[in-house]
């Protein structure tokens, strides 16, 4: 055995951005609280957010109907009208929430001289409606609340600790739905651990890292989709996969978002010929919805033959762009870029991951004592495609949702179950680390060929041929050698790409991020895509 401690809460979250430290913080007055971060608490989604989060704030040009109308717009025809009104309507309140814990969203004067807000606006929206901080705003989200997290006496923060598997009745070898706590690999001692606890939250963010370009930090693998799933949940609209239009093309800076918001103060996409090129795909131009965006992006690029195409901003006054982008005119001047005279090279990437866990207003999931908040989880709120600024306020919308239904619960929870001890007495350390290596590598490449921004059948097809083949060399490797952050990691990405094909199978149209050159229409009354996982031995541990 190679497991030496047993940690005890009331909830477990799994996770420590947007959703996970406001549930920790929403929950942390009244019980004891366990979050679980895969790497240092500041490395996740939410600390490169750029753009902002969306709330009607201008109660006299802006109204939360209109908000839900732009929602349902960008949905595609699949939100769950019921959550996207439920969402918008608790915006305010939960930017509020935001805003007492210490967040500095970005002021300005008014006419009058009176101080209020800077509202920007971002594609897909009517109205000038999104808070933000400069152009990083969940930089400031993040850090408002890490402080906060860790001031709190009644939070206990364990940082660099991998989430494995969760326990459910299954393990106990009991007949039921309930959750009774996690097994998770302690990355620094490099053991394994288990967490007891009363209820679990999954806020583990999403999965682009199953694509070989993606604007998303290495620890969003979708481990708490594949987690819940291997548990007995269901899964819907994986299919949905949001590629953001504008990533920098640059060899020294990958992965470096540069946020829509910037079309939204009027910059200009540009063929590498200078010209324009929006006006031929929508009348809305590059204020269109990502979906189309990234597909206008993604046709130019194959049609001309170019690496990229540029987003030009430099018509503006400097003084206004330096104001409102600071990072990302700092970053692309570290390279050479300025972008208050040059036009930004810039390509489509892998940006996040609309479909999840399913999930009720509350955040439950199928399972008794199982939560999903965050991007993890499928509310029925993005639909076909997310609009900006919607998905940080889904964290906080829902995780208070989350607390709120946890602690009407938690004082008539059972007692704690005594949990099964971490079995590996019939694995070795493993010699064949390339293994890994080569199928990580192989995953997300083809994922990016066959499961990208234009699919088709065929392509499909080939995807979950390769994708069955690496699955079963995960599963022999996984038996036979020790846990490590990569097989982990490896084992939940081709787990979530698995359903993100499948998912893609069942569509048989056109709608929103999924676009396949088979079924270029648009079917009537469109449905949801929900996976049900089949009744099965549980992999060994």
């Not at 929430?97 to 210490?102: A, D, S, V």
């Not at 003084?319 to 810039?346: M, N, Q, R, W």
């Not at 699955?471 to 490797?477: C, K, N």
């Amino acid at each position: 055995m190679n497991q030496n401690k047993h940690h005890i809460t009331d909830v477990a979250i799994i996770g420590s951005g947007a959703a996970g430290l406001s549930l920790a913080l929403s929950l942390a007055n009244h019980c004891k609280v366990t979050v679980i971060s895969k790497g240092e608490l500041t490395e996740g989604s939410t600390l490169y957010a750029q753009g902002g989060i969306a709330a009607v704030f201008d109660k006299k040009n802006d109204s939360i109907e209109s908000h839900v109308q732009d929602t349902l717009d960008a949905g595609g025809g699949l939100c769950d009208k019921t959550a996207v009104q439920y969402t918008a309507s608790n915006a305010h309140d939960c930017l509020q929430w935001l805003i007492e814990q210490g967040v500095p969203f970005d002021m300005e004067f008014d006419s009058k001289g009176k101080e209020r807000f800077h509202l920007t606006r971002e594609g897909g929206h009517s109205h000038r409606r999104i808070l933000h901080a400069a152009d990083a705003t969940g930089r400031a989200v993040q850090t408002t609340l890490i402080s906060q997290v860790q001031a709190h006496p009644e939070i206990t923060l364990l940082e660099q600790y991998n989430a494995i598997d969760l326990i459910g009745d299954k393990k106990l070898g009991q007949n039921g739905k309930h959750i009774h706590g996690v097994y998770m690999w302690n990355r620094a001692a490099k053991k394994v651990e288990t967490i007891s606890a009363k209820f679990v939250a999954l806020a583990t963010g999403g999965a682009s890292k199953v694509y070989l370009y993606t604007s998303n930090p290495d620890v969003s693998s979708g481990d708490g989709i594949a987690m819940a799933w291997r548990a007995g949940c269901r899964v819907a609209n994986m299919e949905f996969n949001q590629f953001h239009p504008t990533s920098l093309y640059h060899p020294e800076l990958q992965n470096f978002l540069i946020t829509e918001a910037m079309r939204g103060e009027g910059a200009y996409l540009k063929r590498p010929d200078g010209t324009r090129f929006m006006k031929d795909f929508d009348e809305r131009e590059e204020l269109a919805p990502r979906d189309i965006v990234a597909r206008a992006i993604d046709f130019e690029m194959k049609r001309l033959g170019a690496n990229c195409v540029y987003l030009d901003i430099s018509h503006k006054d400097k003084d206004f762009i330096i104001e409102h982008f600071p990072t990302i005119y700092a970053k692309c001047l570290s390279v050479g870029l300025d972008i208050t005279k040059d036009p930004i090279p810039v390509v489509p990437a892998a940006h996040y991951t609309c479909g999840g866990v399913m999930t009720d207003f509350n955040g439950k999931t199928d399972l008794d004592n199982l939560y999903a908040v965050g991007e993890v989880a499928y509310t029925g709120l993005h639909g076909a495609n997310r609009m900006a600024s919607n998905s940080l306020l889904e964290c906080i919308v829902f995780a208070h949702a989350a607390a709120k239904d946890i602690l009407a619960k938690i004082q008539h929870s059972p007692a704690l179950k005594v949990l099964p001890m971490w079995d590996e007495s019939r694995v070795t350390n493993s010699d064949e680390e390339v293994v890994i290596t080569h199928n990580w590598h192989e995953l997300r490449l083809f994922m990016w060929d066959y499961v990208g921004i234009v699919r088709s059948t065929k392509r499909l097809e080939r995807a979950l041929h390769r994708v069955e083949l690496l699955q079963q060399e995960i599963r022999d490797y996984y038996a036979n050698f020790r846990v490590s952050n990569n097989l982990l990691e490896l084992r939940n990405l081709v787990q979530v790409a698995e359903l993100i094909i499948r998912s893609a199978m069942e569509r048989k149209e056109s709608r929103g991020l999924h676009y396949t050159i088979d079924y270029p229409q648009l079917n009537d009354n469109p449905t949801p895509t929900i996976l049900t996982p089949l009744a099965h031995d549980e992999l060994p541990k």
